[in-house]
C-alpha cells in the first residue's frame, strides 16, 4: 500500500472534527442545510490545507501583510569621491626632470624639479628616495643618495614641510656630493632612480647631465620645497 497524503489525512480528521460539532438547542438546521453546511467546512479546511503543505511556485513572493510595505527603497547611489587638494601626487600627473650639475662652493649640485601635469592640486612630502645605478671601469656603479636635514649652503636646518602643486607649478629639491673630477666615469651609461608618489621614477641621464662620482662616493638629498615663481 502507498503512503496516504498528509493533506487527506488532515481533511478527514477536520471533517470528522466538524460532523461532532453539536449545535445548540434551537439553532438546529434542516439536514440538507447542514449537509451542505458540512461539505462546504471540509472544501474549505481541505484548501487550506494544501495550501499550507505544498511547495511555493518557483519565483513566487511571499503574501504580504496588511500593513507590510510592497517593497524596501533602496539607498541612493553615491558617486566616489574624486580626488581633493591636498592629495599625494601621482607619478603619472608629474613630470621630472633633472639639471646639469653645477658647482656649489666645494660640493656639486643637481636640482630635481617635478611639474605638475594633472588637472588637480596634489601635495609632495619629506624627502624623495634617490640612486643611481651605472657602470665605473666596467663594475656596477651604486650611489645610495641619503636625505639631509641640514641646508648646505648656510648649515641651518631646513624646513620639512608638505607641498602643494597646483596645476602647471612645481616643486623641487636638490642633490649634492663632493666632485670626484677625473676619477668619475662620465662616459659610461648612469640612471637616476627618484621615488615620488609611492612609485619609482627613472631617468637616464645625457653625459652632460652625469653625476661626477665613484662608486665609495657620498651624496645627500634635501626635501621638496616650492618653486618660487618670479
Partial sequence: AG????WLVSAATLA???A???LPPGRRVAPAAGSVLGTVLLCVAAAQTVAQLLPAAPGASPPLLADEPEGTPEPPAVDAPGPTIGDLCHPDELIL???VPEPAMSDVVATLTLTNEGERTCRVEGFPTVSLIGQVEQDDLTLQ???SEVDPAGGGPVEIEPVEIAPGDRALTQVW?????AAADLASPQ???IGVGGSTEVLDLPPERRWDVVQSA?????????VEEG
Fill in 3 to 6: 503512503w496516504t497524503p498528509l
Fill in 191 to 193: 640612471q637616476l632612480r
Fill in 218 to 226: 657620498e651624496a645627500w638629498v634635501g626635501p621638496w620645497r616650492p
Fill in 145 to 147: 643618495v641619503r636625505v
Fill in 16 to 18: 470528522s472534527t466538524v
Fill in 20 to 22: 461532532a460539532v453539536r
Fill in 97 to 99: 626632470e633633472t639639471s
Fill in 177 to 181: 656630493w663632493p666632485s670626484w673630477g
